[in-house]
């Protein structure tokens, strides 16, 4: 990690947003088709009063599972077709693949 001081050469303004949508993932082992993925169960979470209060909610509701506090940030494809980039601000997204809902995609983590 490098720590470099910063100088702001311009106006600070208040944040844009003092209430983001936070989101959290939660993943469990399971076993497909005799390989580890990882199942997993995504939430928004809407009007926390602070990170600390959204990671505390993913804390509580972890129930032993992998679990990762996120930052969605709004990204363009080459296409120029926006999606929600993600900021992981506590936890962890396991590496491996990664099933969905009730459809059998697979997903990997960044």
Aim: hydrophobic letters at 40%; zero cysteines; proline letters at 8%.
């Amino acid at each position: 990690m490098n720590v470099e001081k910063i100088i702001v050469r311009h106006n600070v303004y208040p944040p844009e947003d003092i209430n983001p949508t936070y989101y959290v993932f939660f993943w469990a082992e399971v076993l497909f088709d005799g390989e580890k993925h990882y199942q997993r169960e995504s939430f928004a979470l809407e009007g926390a009063a602070s990170v600390i209060e959204a990671n505390d909610w993913r804390l509580a509701h972890a129930q032993g599972r992998h679990s990762a506090l996120i930052l969605p940030q709004p990204r363009k494809n080459f296409l120029g077709m926006e999606y929600p980039g993600l900021i992981i601000l506590a936890g962890e997204y396991p590496e491996g693949p990664e099933l969905t809902g009730s459809f059998q995609g697979q997903f990997f983590s960044p």
